[in-house]
T-cell receptor, first 113, second 117 residues
Framework: AQSVTQLDSQVPVFEEAPVELRCNYS??????LFWYVQYPNQGLQLLLK??????LVKGINGFEAEFNKSQTSFHLRKPSVHISDTAEYFC???????????FGQGTRLTINP | GAVVSQHPSWVICKSGTSVKIECRSL??????MFWYRQFPKQSLMLMAT?????????EQGVEKDKFLINHASLTLSTLTVTSAHPEDSSFYIC?????????????FGPGTRLTVT
């Protein structure tokens, strides 16, 4: 079975500062990895995904993530955040051949002016 | 990108009644649709996976007779919460995918907030 752990439930940062949201996963098979963003009272929007190939994945809104197989991590980063990045961020994993996503607990990113 | 809608966006119902939530893919045909449940400040928990024209596959611990899922067409799936109780109050989110492989993105609806009084 797969599981996802987001190590920080809340991350406060100042505007224009860099941010890293941490995600670790466990799986006995090869995986696909995803980061989603959820704004208040809305559904989820895909930020980026890793299926194969380059371990550094670039997504929308200036976010990127790096797949580290040896550390079973897929941390999300942005070099300079904006107030509009305030949202809940979810890391998710799926095993190759499976249809469903398993989500982490979520990290609430709060941007302070 | 592709759009998934849900209706209603919020609903209040009395305990013991049933409520139906619709999930539609507006500009693509959804081979597979998923239903999730999200409690306040918590993650999404997959309830069931449905493929058009076949019975839904429920996750362990989800009552099939309570949460009825019908994937009637390639653009519509419905979730009916039967004999709702206050503990069924939650945020229900659907998603849809145009194909069966992960090269196809899973698109999420805006969610439906159910409150059972």
């Amino acid at each position: 079975a797969q599981s996802v752990t987001q190590l920080d439930s809340q991350v406060p940062v100042f505007e224009e500062a860099p941010v890293e949201l941490r995600c670790n996963y466990s799986s006995s098979v090869s995986v696909y990895l995803f980061w989603y963003v959820q704004y208040p009272n809305q559904g989820l929007q895909l930020l980026l995904k890793y299926l194969s190939g380059s371990t550094l994945v670039k997504g929308i809104n200036g976010f990127e993530a790096e797949f580290n197989k040896s550390q079973t991590s897929f941390h999300l980063r942005k070099p300079s955040v904006h107030i509009s990045d305030t949202a809940e961020y979810f890391c998710a994993v799926s095993s190759q051949g499976a249809q469903k996503l398993v989500f982490g607990q979520g990290t609430r990113l709060t941007i302070n002016p | 990108g592709a759009v998934v809608s849900q209706h209603p966006s919020w609903v209040i119902c009395k305990s013991g009644t049933s409520v139906k939530i619709e999930c539609r893919s507006l500009d693509f045909q959804a081979t597979t649709m998923f239903w999730y449940r999200q409690f306040p400040k918590q993650s999404l928990m997959l309830m069931a996976t449905s493929n058009e024209g076949s019975k839904a596959t429920y996750e362990q611990g989800v009552e099939k007779d309570k949460f009825l899922i019908n994937h009637a067409s390639l653009t519509l799936s419905t979730l009916t919460v039967t004999s709702a109780h206050p503990e069924d109050s939650s945020f229900y989110i659907c998603s849809a995918r145009p194909g069966t492989g992960w090269s196809y993105e899973q698109y999420f609806g805006p969610g439906t907030r159910l409150t059972v009084t």
